[in-house]
């Protein structure tokens, strides 16, 4: 039987189209569908998402205004923030702005890319939920399921009426299964998968790829073998038949993302004026993720040139950008290959830690963020940032103390690398409890 579904997410920053991108292959197309931005959509669809896309964009990027910036933020986000998982309680009572979304949805937003969807009889994976609510309300004839992208969701996540309704959730972690209990989803209609990590990067059912990236990687960060002194036996356990102490392919590798709003650009000026030193001196490689926005691009590559270190550019200093997201998402992943630090704020990307890749987490935007932090923490695969301006100090106090090649296979070891798999054996092969989840959290 061919493993078919519609792969959908929307064009709205880079989190629901990044954990799309590892599911396209089940698509029929081989693309990833754009609720928002699809040929044929009709006017009014548009103009509704549109308004929505500038807005989240507008927020985002406002909270880096002086003085009122943070506090406009911190009130929008109230809105939508997610409540305090405890005392445990009811949590099902839908929200205003849920009950806005489906007075829209039932004025006819989204029944055209349904009646679309509809003319092949295969399930719905989708990574944003009101594609979901659009499948349910207009119709849609086989199964849908709402990839989770956070390590906490709010209540718009869930259906008007979850006791009633027949969407499938597949989870992130932990809390998101016990948060989703909370918001009233009937318990068979949550499988805890794992986010979708990309599977070049892992490499197969045994991580071959994975693991000796993640060898390479161990020696870069731990170059006084303070780690591997003292968790030897873990990583010969982990990584057996690699022999990680031959392996060192490449300088020192920081790679600092931004995300799809590029509203925390200002911090790569910091970082490359910290940097210069050691960046003219060879002593680290930097990479900064402009994604598939020109301005941060072009921002980048001007304050590169203004801090004295254009004649470097494209050796040991690059700019990962591209103008489709498509390509940029697979370019990302070749870059991570080598990359031995992941610097960016705590969206969907601190589930890439499981790649076994240490994340310094840049300051939060917005609740899920705060709940992605602390997910991160908890595992040991994440460490705030300290003072921009002094990155050249702490980063390298970090390498040489071994505490990122702890970060980095806590990761590997907490972290669920297997999402892709998870989720085709619970949507194809009615699988109720995927493999490998022996993971805490």
């Given at each position: 039987m061919e493993q078919k579904a519609w792969i959908v997410a929307v064009d709205m920053g880079y989190g629901h189209q990044r954990a799309a991108h590892p599911l396209r292959r089940l698509s029929p197309t081989g693309k990833v569908i754009a609720a928002n931005n699809y040929q044929g959509i009709p006017a009014n669809d548009k103009r509704i998402w549109k308004g929505s896309r500038r807005f989240y964009e507008f927020i985002s990027r406002v909270s880096n205004w002086p003085l009122i910036g943070e506090k406009f933020f911190n009130l929008y986000d109230k809105l939508q923030a997610i409540p305090d998982f405890y005392p445990r309680r009811d949590l099902s009572a839908p929200t205003l702005q849920l009950k806005e979304m489906y007075n829209l949805i039932r004025g006819g937003w989204g029944?055209?890319?349904?009646?679309?969807?509809?003319?092949?009889?295969?399930?719905?994976?989708?990574?944003?939920?009101?594609?979901?609510?659009?499948?349910?309300?207009?119709?849609?004839?086989?199964?849908?399921?709402?990839?989770?992208?956070?390590?906490?969701?709010?209540?718009?996540?869930?259906?008007?009426?979850?006791?009633?309704?027949?969407?499938?959730?597949?989870?992130?972690?932990?809390?998101?299964?016990?948060?989703?209990?909370?918001?009233?989803?009937?318990?068979?209609?949550?499988?805890?998968?794992?986010?979708?990590?990309?599977?070049?990067?892992?490499?197969?059912?045994?991580?071959?790829?994975?693991?000796?990236?993640?060898?390479?990687?161990?020696?870069?960060?731990?170059?006084?073998?303070?780690?591997?002194?003292?968790?030897?036996?873990?990583?010969?356990?982990?990584?057996?038949?690699?022999?990680?102490?031959?392996?060192?392919?490449?300088?020192?590798?920081?790679?600092?993302?931004?995300?799809?709003?590029?509203?925390?650009?200002?911090?790569?000026?910091?970082?490359?004026?910290?940097?210069?030193?050691?960046?003219?001196?060879?002593?680290?490689?930097?990479?900064?993720?402009?994604?598939?926005?020109?301005?941060?691009?072009?921002?980048?590559?001007?304050?590169?040139?203004?801090?004295?270190?254009?004649?470097?550019?494209?050796?040991?200093?690059?700019?990962?950008?591209?103008?489709e997201k498509e390509d940029y998402f697979k370019e990302f992943n070749d870059v991570l290959r080598s990359t031995d630090m992941l610097w960016t704020k705590p969206s969907e990307l601190v589930f890439y830690s499981a790649l076994g890749l240490p994340i310094i987490m840049a300051p939060s935007l917005g609740s899920q963020e705060v709940y992605n932090r602390v997910w991160l923490k908890t595992i040991g695969a994440g460490i705030s940032q300290n003072d921009p301006r002094y990155t050249s100090e702490w980063i390298f106090d970090w390498v040489n103390s071994g505490w990122l090649a702890e970060a980095a296979m806590s990761g590997f070891l907490d972290g669920r690398q297997f999402g892709v798999q998870n989720i085709v054996d619970v949507v194809f092969h009615g699988v109720l409890e995927p493999a490998k989840n022996y993971q805490l959290l």
């Open positions: 029944k055209d890319l349904i009646d679309f969807l509809n003319k092949q009889d295969i399930p719905l994976i989708t990574t944003f939920f009101t594609v979901a609510f659009f499948a349910e309300e207009h119709e849609f004839k086989n199964d849908i399921y709402i990839v989770i992208c956070d390590a906490d969701v709010s209540r718009t996540w869930v259906a008007l009426n979850p006791q009633k309704s027949r969407i499938k959730y597949l989870a992130s972690c932990r809390r998101v299964v016990d948060r989703l209990k909370l918001y009233g989803v009937k318990e068979e209609n949550i499988f805890l998968t794992g986010f979708p990590l990309p599977e070049e990067n892992a490499g197969g059912k045994n991580l071959e790829v994975l693991k000796a990236d993640l060898a390479e990687r161990i020696v870069s960060l731990d170059p006084e073998h303070r780690y591997r002194q003292k968790y030897a036996a873990t990583v010969k356990q982990f990584l057996k038949d690699i022999k990680i102490e031959e392996r060192h392919k490449h300088p020192l590798t920081l790679t600092f993302a931004v995300g799809g709003a590029g509203a925390q650009k200002g911090l790569a000026r910091a970082i490359l004026a910290s940097l210069k030193k050691k960046l003219l001196n060879e002593e680290i490689i930097l990479n900064l993720v402009a994604g598939a926005r020109n301005d941060v691009f072009v921002y980048f590559r001007d304050h590169i040139k203004e801090i004295g270190l254009g004649k470097i550019l494209d050796r040991n200093l690059r700019i990962i950008f591209a103008v």
